[in-house]
């Protein structure tokens, strides 16, 4: 019979493991949280928000802001055309 400190590794191993599986499907299924939000309202609008973060194509690529902490988005408008 494991000893109680090797028993409480292997509970945090396989829950860890656990953790990381759900994690790795929900990224697969719902995609990551900026991906749709980066794509701009239309390919003309040089730079947009959705209320929480603000991008603009660049010479150097696409940039985009960080969003709040708590901040809900809306649907992408363009503020630059």
């Keep these: 019979m494991p000893q109680r400190d090797e028993a409480l590794a292997v509970s945090l ?6 953790v990381m599986t759900v ?3 929900l990224v697969a299924v719902l995609g990551t949280p900026d991906q749709d ?12 928000t959705d209320g929480c973060i603000v991008c603009a194509r ?7 802001s960080t969003p709040g902490i708590a901040c809900v988005p809306g649907a ?4 630059r055309p």
Excluded: K
Aim: proline share 9%; glycine share 6%.
């Design 13 to 18: 191993a396989i829950l860890a493991a656990l």
């Design 76 to 79: 992408p408008r363009c503020l």
């Design 58 to 64: 660049t010479l150097q690529g696409l940039a985009c």
């Design 23 to 25: 994690l790795a499907v």
């Design 37 to 48: 939000r980066r794509t701009g309202p239309e390919p003309a609008c040089s730079e947009w």
